[in-house]
């Protein structure tokens, strides 16, 4: 792998992670309702579970989405859909009181590792890593160099997401606005899906 073909695919690891998505957004949410600490099970989940998707797909599963199309379109739509019930659940969240606040815990480190295989976005980018930037050809260190090089370079990006959040706590003082970041939050969530749905099959 050349040093130029190193370097485009660090920027589009680092585009990929830092843009705005169902994981980056989720976590800005986590981070503002609940504060980094608590959020960090969430972060190492969509980090790992992240990383473990895109050794996936450079070990194999780009060739089987290759030749099942069909494959690849399934789980995309039935990640959108589950992120659309997700947005409605935030949508319709009702404010926590004291005692409801004690009880609410963030996304658990496992949800978020299995969040990443109905992630549209997350599929995406490890699709096109692979599609585009490393070929299914390239041995074996050379794939475990690029998932490690994603990871290195995915981890700080969602950090700064959550880190983010944690910022907009001392907005989220009533339960007016509590309500309003949590619509917004919703429809950024939805947002997020329709470039990820318009994407052509690999």
């Known amino acids: 792998m050349s040093h130029e073909s190193l370097l485009a695919f660090a920027l589009f690891a680092f585009a990929a992670s ?3 998505g169902p994981n980056n957004l989720m976590l800005l949410a986590s981070g503002a309702h609940f504060g980094l600490r608590a959020s960090v099970p969430h ?4 980090a790992c579970g992240f990383l473990i998707l895109v050794a996936s797909v450079g070990f194999g599963l780009a060739e089987a989405f290759s030749r099942l199309p069909w494959l690849y379109a399934l789980m995309r739509w039935a990640g959108a859909a ?4 997700l947005a409605w659940r935030i949508a319709t ?4 009181d004291a005692s409801r606040r004690a009880a609410a815990r963030p996304m658990s480190f496992l949800g978020a590792v299995a969040f ?3 992630n549209p976005k997350a599929w995406l980018m490890a699709v096109s890593a692979f599609s585009t930037y490393i070929p299914a050809t390239s041995g074996a260190l050379v794939l475990l160099g690029a998932i490690m090089l994603f990871g290195a370079i995915n981890l700080p990006s969602i950090t700064a997401w959550a880190i983010g ?3 907009l706590q001392r907005l989220l003082q009533t339960r007016r606005r509590v309500v309003a970041f949590n619509l ?5 969530l939805v947002a997020s899906l329709l470039p990820m749905l318009r994407a052509a099959h690999p």
């Not at 972060?43 to 969509?46: H, I, N, S």
């Open 43 to 46: 972060l190492l989940g969509v």
């Open 165 to 167: 959040g944690t910022q």
């Open 184 to 188: 917004l939050m919703a429809g950024l």
């Open 93 to 96: 969240a009702a404010p926590p």
């Open 18 to 20: 830092i843009t705005p």
């Open 116 to 118: 990443q295989w109905v």
């Open 82 to 85: 589950y992120l659309l019930y």
